[in-house]
């Protein structure tokens, strides 16, 4: 409504017979009673917007199919969760190992003394028997050998065989009421990424049960091995790399997947000050062949030879084209040091300074290589190719494969 402080001006006279005459009044009054709601009743308009926006989530939630009748409540959270719970399960099943050894200068009545501790993993229970799967280098000169269990009981244990190449033990000892097995998985399908958890008693049995988590790093992976510490690999040893924490006890622990599943034997770990998070565990898939023959036998029956070999990568050039006569065209190969009498390679006529270079028609480059051809792909029994080259001449001859006594 607009005031205006100017008189009256007389108003000229509407033409007869307007028919819109009762419009104008009804849209003002119409406009006036708005005016005077909102003025009354201020919240008029914050309500309807409330109530529109109410209506459109209310249609949204409907549109997008949600349910969520929790709004608004406290969340709850469970910490007994999977992962927890697997843990719980398979803990038990990892015990600690002692490996006690007699110093003969005590005399036979003395006790055994401490000279390492690892861990190891329960993989089998039958008629009244624990069978446990470890390192070979935690039970390497052990006269004697104590597993402690996961309530601390401490039970002696038996070596029925053990592995240098494959580092790989088994035990066995009488079994308790509470003693179970851990449920064996498959390495063969492992990915990069993969969550993985280690269980070991890293730095002695007062951290036992030690749990870490990380993932598969990488599969396949193949690390040298030197067995007489000579500052050359002896073997190659193929292995899975994990981020899970593997310290000095942990060997011979479990690695596991999200299942509580056996994946991997923990074996060792780079252990250099600018390295972290790098350790490795031998493949189940590759164990368990070498834990059943070692069950059956007591140790690994692998082919025979009877030649001390090394490298030709050890010597100088000079040795190569002077001492063992070597023509420019050989790259590698591995030299024979000495034969044992009686032996299939002395029966074959290999003689000291022979060069071998090949095993079947495959090269042969260094001690790793014919080691790998010979263990894994030849059988005691088998005839076996030999190239090699002596005084400059290159020679072949067959060796019939034995086991040794």
Do not use: C
Not at 259 to 273: D, F
Not at 352 to 371: F, H, K, S
Request: proline share 5%.
């Amino acid at each position: 409504m607009e005031y205006n402080d100017q008189p009256d001006q007389p108003q000229p006279p509407q033409p007869p017979g307007n028919k819109n005459k009762w419009l104008v009044p009804l849209l003002l009054g119409i406009i006036i009673g708005g005016i005077l709601v909102i003025l009354i009743n201020p919240d008029f308009l914050n309500n309807e917007n409330t109530e529109q926006a109410n209506l459109a989530e209310e249609e949204n939630n409907e549109t997008s199919g949600s349910n969520d009748d929790s709004a608004g409540q406290p969340m709850q959270v469970d910490v007994s969760t999977q992962l927890t719970d697997i843990i719980e399960q398979v803990t038990p099943a990892v015990v600690g190992i002692t490996n006690i050894q007699q110093n003969v200068s005590w005399g036979a009545g003395a006790d055994g003394i401490e000279a390492g501790t690892g861990s190891g993993v329960i993989y089998k229970v039958e008629n009244g028997e624990t069978y446990i799967v470890t390192n070979h280098h935690v039970i390497e000169d052990a006269d004697a050998v104590e597993v402690i269990m996961y309530d601390d009981t401490h039970m002696e244990a038996d070596i029925i065989g053990s592995d240098l190449f494959t580092d790989l033990a088994v035990l066995k000892m009488e079994s308790g009421n509470k003693d179970k097995a851990m449920e064996v998985g498959s390495s063969a399908n492992l990915k990069v990424g993969e969550p993985a958890i280690a269980i070991g008693n890293p730095l002695g049995a007062y951290l036992s049960s030690t749990v870490t988590q990380g993932v598969i790093s990488g599969t396949e992976r193949t690390i040298p091995m030197d067995f007489n510490f000579d500052g050359q690999p002896d073997w190659q040893a193929e292995v899975v790399q994990t981020d899970a924490a593997i310290n000095p006890g942990n060997s011979g622990g479990a690695l596991i997947n999200l299942y509580g599943q056996l994946i991997g034997i923990n074996s060792m770990k780079i252990n250099e000050e600018a390295v972290e998070g790098i350790g490795f565990a031998i493949p189940i898939d590759s164990a368990l062949p070498v834990m059943q023959e070692l069950e059956e036998h007591g140790e690994v029956v692998r082919p025979f030879l009877g030649v001390e070999i090394y490298s030709i990568e050890e010597l100088p050039q000079y040795e190569w084209r002077n001492t063992l006569q070597l023509p420019l065209e050989v790259d590698g190969g591995v030299y024979v040091w000495s034969v044992e009498n009686a032996s299939p390679a002395d029966k074959a006529g290999i003689e000291q300074y022979d060069v071998i270079v090949a095993l079947d028609g495959e090269p042969v480059y260094n001690t790793i290589d014919l080691r790998k051809i010979l263990y894994e792909q030849k059988d005691v029994g088998d005839h076996i190719k030999v190239d090699y080259y002596r005084d400059g001449e290159l020679n072949q001859t067959e060796i019939v494969l034995e086991v040794q006594e």
